[in-house]
């Protein structure tokens, strides 16, 4: 562990990524990973490793989840802050997937960031809901009926509406078209990246 106070630097940088279920916003991660060297931090994944593990996390945060609500604040701001410390993020910097997912969180992490360059920059990846609700049936995942897209897509517009406008307000959010080949939707985010990282 390094100390959380080090500074990071501007070879490190914090990057947001926003998007609806369905938006594209796993695979564009991915690639923004591999080309940019980010550490790729999806606070699902990290509660989905908790529950199998059955870890004391995993067992309270499951049951959330199940629920499709929101594992508490200060419980993610913990999670998020210690995996911002390490040393793999501190060298390389953080593509953040699914945090902040609340205003309270953005605060948070504001401050985590604050000795250490801030954030850089929140990256909107925009899919009109009915483009998203068309590509989720299209695969035809059980959990994927049009029940339950219409109220996950329903949480999300709720959660993460007074999110962009906290990110627009400081001058922070880029949206960018998510309608496209993988390739055109890339290519779009990389040179946003390319201007704002350097
Ligand atoms: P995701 O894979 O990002 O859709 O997250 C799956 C579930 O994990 C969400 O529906 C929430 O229950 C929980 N979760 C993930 N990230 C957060 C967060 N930043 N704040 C609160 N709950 C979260």
Redesign the pocket.
């Known amino acids: 562990m390094t100390d959380a106070g080090e500074p990071r630097g501007v070879d490190s940088p914090t990057v947001v990524i926003l998007g609806r ?1 369905g938006s594209g916003k796993g695979t564009q991660s991915a690639l923004i990973v591999d080309v940019f060297g980010l550490v790729h931090v ?7 490793a908790a529950v199998t593990e059955k870890t004391e996390l995993g067992r309270r ?1 499951g049951e ?2 199940e629920r ?6 200060d ?2 701001c913990g999670i ?1 802050a210690d995996r911002l410390a390490r040393d793999d993020i501190v060298t390389n910097g953080v593509l953040l ?6 205003a309270p ?1 953005a605060d948070e992490l504001e401050s985590i960031t604050a000795d250490t360059g801030g954030i850089d920059i929140a990256l909107s990846l925009e899919v009109p809901v009915a483009e998203v609700t068309r590509r989720m049936l299209d695969r035809g995942r059980s959990d994927d009926t049009e029940d339950a897209i219409r109220r996950r897509l329903h ?1 999300y517009a709720e959660q993460t509406a007074p999110l962009i406008e906290w990110f627009s307000d400081r001058d922070l959010l880029t949206v960018v078209d998510g309608i496209g080949t993988t390739d055109e939707v890339f290519a779009r985010i990389r040179s946003v990246l390319e201007d704002v990282l350097g």
Do not use: N
């Open positions: 279920q999806s606070t699902g994944d990290m509660l989905r945060a959330l989840m499709g609500e929101l594992v508490p604040d419980i993610m998020v997937d699914g945090f902040p997912r609340t969180q949480l």
